[in-house]
């Protein structure tokens, strides 16, 4: 009795193994008739899928916490397996197996392009798979601040090492090699023996990681000269009889006077006032930028004391030359550049800080004025 039992229990599981079987090769079928892959490829991509769901430890693992940028070049006619290795060797990836495997699976292996990327140890297998399809991800991102000179430029590229060349070479390019852009020197009306000095626009950039030296300068120009296209800025300049060369001079110097950007039309009427009068400017930014950092190597912006004001002996020193310095000494923002070209018609020829240390300004007609606006106690 239990043999014939066991007997029929052994031909239901045989027929039950029987379907199962036939099931997944229906189901095998039906997907390679959907995907156009033949059997063999069906259960090929079935069993790394498998193989993919047992390493999700591996898969999510990142090799450190350390944030730091590591630069990898993947040259053209790499293998996935090549780049894997590549990987490993730089500490970027855990397992060379797993991350060919995710890429295979997840069909990115035809999609991994050469170029330059920055990767770090935080990221994980999926992360790097995915950065590696898209060379755009591999720019460097480069800020300017309103107001840098070009020294604090170059300052900023010798402390990202994702460029591959030195703010000395920068400012090579930006200064003794100027002279060889006499389309852009006529356009802006630049003086000859003049460097680029307030024409490196500042803002936000992606710079691809090959550039060099003169190319993010030439980035910074074209971008410079697209937005005076943009907005016109050309035929304001030309409507006012003045060059882009004196309109960037004296606003560079409004954005080292201005504290805040709403305040920077009215200071830059106060200066066209002056330059209207035959005054001096009266800028103490110009006696800074003639100092550099000779008084202080952590700043290029020295605290002044009240005898450099006749004690800097400088064409920069505009307590002591009448009209613009002989440059710009800042390379200014867009809204500094407005202010001075859509400056209101003022009568105003002085300004002095706010007792509130809020960073604005009085503004008074006379000297008189000028002097009773000041702190007292």
Known sequence: MFMRWLRRLLQWLGLIFVAFVLCVVCAVWLTGALTGQSFTEVVRDSFRRYQLRQQQALLQATMGTQQESIRIDIT?????????QLLYEHGLIVDVDVFVLYTVVNQLDAQLEAGVYFLSQTMTIPE???????????????RILEGW????????????????????????ATQQD???LTDFMALVGLPEERTLEGFLLPGTYFVPPTATAHELRD??????????????LYLKAH??????????TLASIVEREAVHDDEQEMVASVYLNRLANGMKLDADPTIQYAIGNTRNPATWWASITREDYS??????????????PPSPITNPGISAIRAVLF???????????????SGYHDFTRTYEEHLQSGCTG
């Open 239 to 248: 409507e006012q009889e003045m060059t882009l060369f004196e309109v960037v």
């Open 343 to 357: 400056a209101p018609s003022t009568d105003y020829l002085y300004f002095r800080a706010r007792c509130d240390a």
């Open 76 to 84: 053209a006619g790499m293998s996935t397996m090549a780049i894997a």
């Open 149 to 172: 000179r070009t020294e604090e430029i170059a300052q900023a590229i010798d402390q990202t090492p994702a460029f591959t060349f030195s703010g000395a070479d920068f400012l090579l």
């Open 311 to 324: 004690g800097i002996l400088s064409p920069y020193n505009t307590y002591l030359s009448v009209g613009l």
């Open 178 to 180: 100027a002279s060889s």
């Open 219 to 232: 980035i910074l120009l074209q971008a410079f000269n697209n937005r005076m296209v943009d907005e016109g």
């Open 128 to 142: 790097i798979a995915t950065r590696l399809t898209d060379t755009n991800s591999s720019k460097i991102t480069f």
